[in-house]
């Protein structure tokens, strides 16, 4: 449960901050041209509202709804979520939207999004400046990689340590690295101290798609870092830099091979052999009923030399846009496989972004993870779909190049079903969410 609450604050917070910065972007351009905002609100205030104020001389309402799915900025003379169409049968005034020139209103329907991503550039710099850049090196991680089945078909072998990706070096353990070896024709390893090259076949990223099981992780011993209270490991008399080797007679070289086989013996007793200053030492423990011992065990980034680069203040911008400008590449590159069968059923939706947060709450993480889904609200916001703002670009753009406006008619039926599109794709992804819960 605690978990729970801590990955939802984050995500509250995280998506609170995302969309006042959107709905800013289209606040203040929209008062840049002198047109009238009527409403600025974080999350929806359908029937009633938690909050609102309304400042003297003040034309715009703001305040804080009950339904915490986004947020909006409701300006005069334009058709939006709000459907006004008694506002709309009125003849045009000065100060609405629809009065002003079309590249004004260009600006202000791309405010939001450029402000996203602004703001994902900002935070990725400032978190290189405040914490650096520290990772990994693939070739450091002596043990190698423990791979997911879907990998074990094509070749992969637990401990193998990845190298190249078509001939190029894989540096870090990341999203990049994960995408270079979907993408490529060969993969490169260190598989006993022998360099082997792995054929990967052409719908790899499919089959991932499809398993479910994810790439690899870290091979790394479980080395005792400190205990958790009333740990029945303690209470046998482990210590910590203890490394388990041996759990009920079965040999337990890393971390997962001691987590599954603990997981054999939930409310019994089991014989534990730990590696301690050279010498082996057993252990007779009574496990919990979840099958744990109740130690945190060291990290591999403990373990296993990593690099730290630092960064100046001004120094971080480039390296904070370099990066923002690589992730927005890579998710966009993602793109086509949301338009597969496998791609199509591994959306998810707010279960699956809460996820994405640390069970424990850590700044450097939260932020990480607040630009990288900037990117994403930038990105997916500008896509050409009637209700998001790049659907108003596209018929902005459409009145530019044919010098006529759709008709308010129009307008209303695209919006129309530019949310009930969004709002069948939210059930959808949250279905999935519901489905991957109870069933896997």
């Known amino acids: 449960m605690e978990t729970f609450l801590v990955r939802a604050l984050q995500l509250i917070l995280s998506l609170s901050i995302l969309v006042l910065v959107h709905e800013l972007g289209h606040?203040?351009?929209?008062?840049?041209?002198?047109?009238?905002?009527?409403?600025?609100?974080?999350?929806?205030?359908?029937?009633?509202?938690?909050?609102?104020?309304?400042?003297?001389?003040?034309?715009?309402?703001?305040?804080?709804?009950?339904?915490?799915?986004?947020?909006?900025?409701?300006?005069?003379?334009m058709i939006d979520e709000s459907m006004d169409k008694e506002a709309m049968a009125q003849p045009p005034k000065p100060y609405e939207f629809r009065s002003k020139p079309a590249w004004q209103r260009l600006l202000i329907m791309v405010a939001g999004v450029l402000f996203n991503f602004l703001l994902a550039l900002f935070i990725y710099s400032m978190v290189l400046f405040a914490w650096g850049d520290t990772y990994l090196p693939l070739k450091n991680v002596k043990a190698g990689m423990d791979y997911s089945e879907t990998f074990h078909e094509v070749g992969f072998r637990d401990g193998d340590i990845l190298l190249a990706a078509d001939g190029a070096e894989l540096e870090r353990f990341d999203e990049n690295s994960f995408r270079q070896v979907l993408n490529a024709k060969t993969v490169?390893?260190?598989?006993?101290?022998?360099?082997?090259?792995?054929?990967?076949?052409?719908?790899?990223?499919?089959?991932?798609?499809r398993d479910k099981q994810g790439f690899a992780d870290y091979r790394f011993p479980m080395?005792?870092?400190?205990?958790?209270?009333?740990?029945?490991?303690e209470k046998a008399g482990l210590q910590p830099?203890?490394?388990?080797?041996?759990?009920?007679?079965?040999?337990?070289?890393?971390f997962y091979d001691v987590s599954k086989q603990l997981a054999e013996y939930k409310n019994r007793e089991v014989t534990v052999e730990v590696e301690r200053s050279g010498a082996t030492h057993s252990f007779v423990l009574h496990l919990d009923s979840l099958g744990k011992m109740g130690i945190?065990?060291?990290?591999?980034?403990?373990?296993?030399?990593?690099?730290?680069?630092?960064?100046?203040?001004?120094?971080?911008?480039?390296?904070?846009?370099?990066?923002?400008?690589?992730?927005?590449?890579?998710?966009v590159s993602d793109m086509k496989y949301v338009f597969t069968k496998e791609g199509a059923s591994s959306l998810g939706g707010f279960g699956t972004i809460g996820s994405l947060f640390p069970a424990v709450w850590d700044w450097e993480?939260?932020?990480?993870?607040?630009?990288?889904?900037?990117?994403?609200l930038a990105f997916m916001n500008i896509l050409p779909i009637p209700a998001l703002d790049g659907g108003h670009v596209m018929f902005l753009l459409y009145e530019v190049i044919a010098r006529r406006k759709p008709s308010d008619k129009f307008l209303e039926y695209a919006q129309i079903t530019g949310m009930a599109l969004l709002f069948a794709l939210l059930i959808y992804a949250n279905g999935n969410d519901i489905l991957r819960y109870f069933f896997h």
């Open 27 to 77: 606040f203040l351009f929209a008062r840049l041209f002198k047109v009238r905002v009527e409403k600025f609100y974080l999350f929806f205030d359908i029937w009633f509202s938690l909050f609102k104020f309304k400042p003297k001389n003040s034309e715009t309402e703001y305040g804080i709804g009950w339904l915490p799915l986004g947020g909006y900025c409701k300006i005069s003379g």
């Open 188 to 209: 490169t390893v260190l598989r006993d101290g022998v360099e082997t090259v792995i054929p990967m076949p052409e719908d790899m990223a499919q089959r991932v798609l």
């Open 223 to 233: 080395v005792i870092d400190r205990f958790a209270e009333s740990s029945p490991a």
């Open 241 to 254: 830099g203890d490394t388990v080797r041996v759990v009920g007679g079965v040999a337990t070289p890393t």
């Open 296 to 331: 945190y065990s060291q990290s591999p980034y403990e373990m296993y030399q990593t690099v730290t680069r630092k960064f100046g203040f001004f120094e971080s911008f480039p390296a904070g846009i370099h990066l923002g400008v690589n992730t927005l590449k890579g998710y």
């Open 365 to 376: 993480s939260f932020w990480m993870k607040t630009a990288f889904l900037s990117i994403i």
